[in-house]
């Protein structure tokens, strides 16, 4: 088992930057690709991004490529969302998962191949 923790999320400006934090224990962290996904009101899950085991290889969905950066820090078990120049389109619940792969180098962008998931961590940004 893993358990995932996110936080960081807030209200902001349009514009602004923000942070988001997934913490996980249980199991080897570096065992495990992460992905952040997303869901606002009415709409399904989306990808946000991903990031390998290795750290050496990212993902990103079209509508956050050059804004939002993946990272992780396998010495902390901690990955992380980096999210520049937030816009209104960009309000969801954020939501980080991990899933084990044997390939260091894969990324995930398939919601449906992520056993384990944080609670979600709501970001708003506002005019």
């Known amino acids: 088992q893993v358990q995932v923790v996110e936080s960081g999320g807030g209200s902001v400006k349009a514009g602004d930057s923000l942070t988001l934090v997934c913490v996980t224990s249980?199991?080897?962290?570096?065992?495990?690709?992460m992905g952040w996904f997303r869901q606002a009101p009415g709409k399904e899950r989306e990808f946000v991004a991903s990031?390998?085991?290795?750290?050496?290889?990212?993902s990103y969905s079209d509508s956050v490529k050059g804004r939002f950066t993946i990272s992780r820090n396998n010495a902390k078990s901690t990955a992380y969302l980096r999210m520049n120049s937030l816009k209104l389109e960009d309000t969801a619940v954020y939501f980080c998962?991990?899933?084990?792969?044997?390939?260091?180098?894969?990324?995930?962008?398939?919601?449906?191949?992520?056993?384990?998931w944080g609670q979600g961590t709501q970001v708003t940004v506002s005019s």
């Open positions: 249980g199991r080897t962290f570096d065992d495990h690709v």
């Open positions: 990031i390998s085991r290795s750290g050496s290889r990212t």
């Open positions: 998962a991990a899933e084990w792969v044997y390939n260091p180098l894969s990324t995930v962008d398939d919601d449906s191949r992520y056993e384990y």
